[in-house]
């Protein structure tokens, strides 16, 4: 069984830097590509950011481009997001997702979920 749990949200001011974190276990991480995505109340799933099985394999959404940035430790099973600032728009809980399938990643139809971490940015 594959399982997904996100660490590192919080609440910070609007300008702050945050990293996400999300621990893989149950399966070979390695063959995974992994996302990020996150949902503000009243609002759809929004894709954040995705990584390929390789590192230099990655894409982000228009919202979170030149802020954040995606990247995985093979060696530690993690994926992890590093929010750079931030803005009270980029408050949402964060989920993140696992797919053998790059485009099932990127197109929100990845097969493995975490249970999501809130994120609060306050101006």
């Known amino acids: 069984q594959v399982q997904l749990v996100e660490s590192g949200g919080g609440l910070v001011l609007a300008g702050d830097s945050l990293r996400l974190s999300c621990e893989v276990s149950g399966g070979a991480f390695s063959r995974y590509a992994m996302g990020w995505f996150r949902q503000a109340p009243g609002r759809e799933r929004e894709f954040v950011a995705a990584i390929g099985k390789v590192s230099y394999i990655t894409m982000y959404g228009d919202s979170v481009k030149g802020r954040f940035t995606i990247s995985r430790d093979n060696a530690k099973n993690t994926v992890s997001l590093q929010m750079n600032t931030l803005k009270p728009e980029d408050t949402a809980v964060y989920y993140c997702?696992?797919?053998?399938?790059?485009?099932?990643?990127?197109?929100?139809?990845?097969?493995?979920w975490g249970q999501g971490t809130q994120v609060t940015v306050s101006s």
């Open positions: 997702a696992a797919d053998s399938s790059f485009s099932q990643v990127a197109t929100q139809k990845a097969d493995y």
